[in-house]
């Protein structure tokens, strides 16, 4: 029997959550071009990325 969709979800959340711990810790020690590289993976894994983006300053503008 398969998961229920509840269980995807979390799964999915923690993922997502150790995913961005990852993310986050690579980009203290990242250059210009590495933030630009992280920036679009976290677009690519999250909805709220924008925010995220702009609260580890990833890009300037």
Same mark, same amino acid.
Request: aromatic residues 2%; hydrophobic residues 35%.
């Given at each position: 029997m398969?998961?229920?969709e509840r269980c =995807? *979800?979390?799964k999915r959340r @923690?993922?997502?959550k150790k995913k961005m711990? =990852? #993310?986050s810790a690579r980009s203290q020690k990242a250059t210009v071009s590495e933030k630009?590289?992280?920036a679009? =993976?976290? @677009?690519s894994l999250t909805p709220?990325? *924008?925010h995220i983006i702009a609260r #580890? *300053? #990833?890009e300037s503008r």
């Amino acid at each position: 029997m398969g998961c229920s969709e509840r269980c =995807k *979800e979390i799964k999915r959340r @923690r993922h997502r959550k150790k995913k961005m711990a =990852k #993310l986050s810790a690579r980009s203290q020690k990242a250059t210009v071009s590495e933030k630009q590289f992280i920036a679009a =993976k976290i @677009r690519s894994l999250t909805p709220g990325a *924008e925010h995220i983006i702009a609260r #580890l *300053e #990833l890009e300037s503008r």
